[in-house]
């Protein structure tokens, strides 16, 4: 693993607040509540870690019903502009669009894309399916005003990152069912099976004790999301359980110290079956999570070339 990336995965095990096992009630509402900062200092370093809006870029807010909506758009004009609904990691529990700004941004301008980043409900308080639902409510949005917002409804594409990947598999195949089209899907590291099965993959194995997104911090993740009625078989909240016929050209990046790598690549394969046109993006020396610490990990500048040329691609 490169230097960087393990001076991160160095800070998730020496921080109590990073560490799953160690999160209450009251560390969720303080790492909620403690934004980036937006100047000084602070705001250099967290920038240097964590990227920033690209130049050029600019960034609104918007709301629909009860559901926080982040817009970037980038400079200039075009007619044919692609639309993406990007949604964030932080294993339903924890994160926000804001904290992807850099993510965001780069899909922005280098695919000249208006992106809408949700700020879906959180578990535990809102446990399934309020992340699913919020995801399409900002999806129906995102479509029902891509006119006003500059783009082109019929270039939708999806890209979610860890937990967010799940919410785009599922919101993708909802969109899919009801006939929204979709030209393309990017997931990002994505967990999409919540049951006990890839717990006997080589990668769960491997790299369960890692430092981020260890086997017991995704136990706990996916304890809190799912709530004491929720189903980890439903495939509104595992995507591999669910149908994969049909679905748009999908992205797949894979991080190979992530426990989760070998069940997003049997998924990848289950799409190819299908007759899903699929690209599988392999960083082997990357934890999960990588994309969002931009500065450290030497891989991500990559990872979204390799995300905005699939996409490309696809809207051609």
Not at 11 to 38: G, S, W, Y
Not at 116 to 140: G, I, K, N, Q, S
Not at 142 to 163: K, P
Not at 251 to 264: E, I, K, N
Request: hydrophobic share 45%.
């Amino acid at each position: 693993m490169p230097a960087g990336a393990r001076g991160v995965a160095a800070a998730f095990r020496v921080v109590p607040a990073l560490q799953a096992a160690r999160l209450d009630e009251h560390r969720i509402a303080r790492l909620r509540t403690r934004p980036l900062p937006e100047r000084g200092p602070v705001a250099v370093l967290a920038g240097l870690v964590v990227g920033r809006v690209p130049p050029g870029v600019s960034v609104t807010r918007h709301r629909h019903g009860p559901v926080p909506l982040r817009v970037y758009d980038p400079a200039g004009s075009s007619k044919r502009r692609a639309l993406v609904l990007a949604l964030h990691g932080g294993g339903f529990v924890l994160g926000s669009a804001r904290q992807q700004d850099w993510l965001h941004g780069r899909l922005a301008q280098d695919l000249d894309a208006v992106v809408v980043a949700p700020d879906y409900r959180l578990a535990p308080e809102h446990p399934f399916p309020a992340a699913v639902d919020d995801c399409w409510t900002a999806l129906r949005w995102a479509v029902d005003n891509a006119h006003d917002l500059g783009a082109d409804a019929s270039r939708l594409c999806l890209v979610g990152e860890s937990a967010g990947a799940n919410l785009a598999a599922v919101t993708c195949r909802r969109a899919v069912d009801e006939g929204v089209p979709v030209a393309h899907q990017a997931l990002l590291y994505p967990p999409v099976d919540l049951t006990e099965g890839p717990a006997a993959t080589r990668s769960y194995a491997e790299h369960g004790d890692a430092a981020i997104g260890s086997a017991a911090a995704l136990r706990w993740f996916r304890d809190a999301y799912l709530g004491p009625d929720g189903d980890p078989a439903d495939p509104r909240c595992s995507p591999a359980l669910a149908d994969v016929a049909g679905l748009p050209p999908t992205l797949v990046l894979l991080a190979g110290h992530d426990p989760l790598r070998d069940a997003a690549a049997s998924y990848a394969d289950a799409l190819a079956a299908a007759g899903t046109r699929v690209l599988v993006v392999d960083h082997p020396g990357m934890p999960h999570g990588f994309l969002g610490f931009p500065g450290l990990a030497r891989d991500a500048r990559a990872a979204v070339r390799a995300v905005v040329a699939d996409a490309a691609r696809a809207l051609a």
